[in-house]
């Protein structure tokens, strides 16, 4: 399972992009997989140092 220790989204407005960047967070090995899928800009680094994202 991905621990995801940073999660940096670019959104609209800043509640959009802070509220997607904690969701994320909070699902853990699901958050890169619901990142993508929300279509947002988005990087995230993991527990391991992996790094990755629709920005990278």
């Known amino acids: 399972m991905r ?11 800043c509640v959009v ?4 960047s904690t969701i994320a967070m909070l699902k853990e090995g699901e958050g890169t ?9 988005h990087l995230w680094v993991d527990t391991h140092g992996e790094t990755g994202g629709s920005m990278g």
Request: charged share 10%.
């Open 3 to 13: 621990h995801l220790a940073a999660v940096s989204v670019i959104g609209d407005f």
């Open 17 to 20: 992009a802070g509220s997607a």
């Open 33 to 41: 997989e619901w990142l993508q899928n929300l279509g947002l800009p």
